[in-house]
């Protein structure tokens, strides 16, 4: 099952086209189009609504066939305390869901595309295949390539903007937190029978992907698809408040020269934690409660957020130190970690260029050779190569 919510989008039908030229995997293939809109919105909007469900509708009976179905579902007036990508998302995962449970398929594929993306020609063949290779990973994140634009400034910022996503993560890596993966929600797989266990898709207006990631990545197993290809748009868009669109709106109304990033000081402190999460279980409950070998910046905000009082009860109820670890960073999880970069940078820490954190975290992973020149594009470019391959930096 693909799943594609849209509001007010234009661009649908593209997405529905690239799905159906994707050639076909073994299995049948259902995509769900949920198109939605807050209820007492203004007619204009009702009018495009209607518009793009009778368009979609169509689409639908002129290329559903046997092995490729979709269906177009209508959701005019959701309530306007939760409508949004999350709650639209939830609806049609949910359908997913009841759907594959009618075929008496539990573990069914649910994958989750937008409605201004295209995909690669094998996109629905490689998300089958991988699922068939990896029968224990319960959720992957697909590799992704935002579309290139003529727009030579919108080009600017959305170049900047991959990067900054692929730094971020591999500075996440680089601190040693155990769950660094992409979390793009247009990027994504997830077991129906796990979703489901894991109580589905939240109904937030925005960052549901992270926080629905977050939670399937602390099941451990979770995988990368990476010999295939979602495209996102780069267009602006200010229908949430925080994500692709609304980063190049603000990119494009600020006009900056910089994309300013968590530097990777910040990283250096997260590290002195998560590279001895270990030894709080083996040592006296007194020294773990010391905080003294963490970064003093770290120690402050931990200080802060019952560091101590957590960490006693992590150790109270696990039997093992892999069981110790594994609780661990279900609380000093990828959340927590944003929330001390956010303090961070409240606090008066400076931020840095993508272009100049990117290239440091290749110098201290010894590939100075590899990127003589440091724009934005060439760094952009070797991150991809990296994320392609799936290999690693390396640190000493």
Known sequence: MVTVPAHDEPDLLRTL???????????????????????????????????????AHEFAAKHSAPGFRVHALDYPALPQRHAGVGLARRLIMD?????????????????????DCTVACDYLQQLDAHFRTYPESPACSVYYEHTHVDDARLRAGIVRYELYLRYYV?????????????????????RSDVYQREGGMN????????????????????????????????RVS????????????????????????????????????????????????????ELSWISPELARYLDQNRFREQVAGIRAN???????????????????????????????????????????????????????????????????RLDRSGRRLRFA
């Not at 398929?105 to 409605?115: M, T, V």
Request: aromatic letters at 10%; proline letters at 6%.
């Open 17 to 55: 086209e690239s799905l159906s030229a994707c050639a076909r995997p073994t299995c049948a293939v259902e995509v769900i189009v949920g198109l939605n809109l807050p209820e007492d919105c203004a007619p204009a909007l009702q009018a495009r609504h209607r518009q793009h469900l009778a368009e």
């Open 95 to 115: 359908e997913a869901v009841a759907r594959f449970r009618a075929a008496g398929n539990d573990k069914g594929i649910i994958a989750c595309l937008d409605a």
């Open 170 to 190: 591999h500075a996440l890596r680089y601190a040693g937190f155990p769950y660094a993966f992409q979390t793009v929600g247009s990027s994504m797989a997830v």
């Open 203 to 234: 109904r937030r207006k925005a960052g549901e992907d992270f926080y629905f990631l977050s939670k399937i990545m602390a099941l451990g197993g979770f995988s990368e698809l990476r010999s295939t290809t979602v495209y996102p748009s780069a």
């Open 238 to 289: 200010h229908r949430v408040p925080f994500g692709t669109g609304r980063s190049m709106g603000k990119w494009i109304a600020d006009d900056r020269g910089e994309w300013p990033v968590y530097p990777l000081a910040a990283f250096d402190s997260i590290h002195s934690l998560c590279t001895r999460a270990a030894e709080l279980w083996s040592v006296p409950p007194s020294i773990a409660a």
């Open 318 to 384: 696990a039997a093992s130190s892999v069981t110790f670890q594994r609780h661990f960073f279900r609380w000093f999880n990828g959340l927590r970690i944003l929330k001390y970069l956010h303090w961070l940078r409240a606090q008066g820490q400076p931020q840095q260029s993508v272009e100049s954190a990117a290239d440091e975290l290749l110098r201290r992973a010894g590939q100075l050779g590899s990127v003589s020149d440091p724009s934005p594009e060439v760094l952009l470019g070797h991150y991809r």
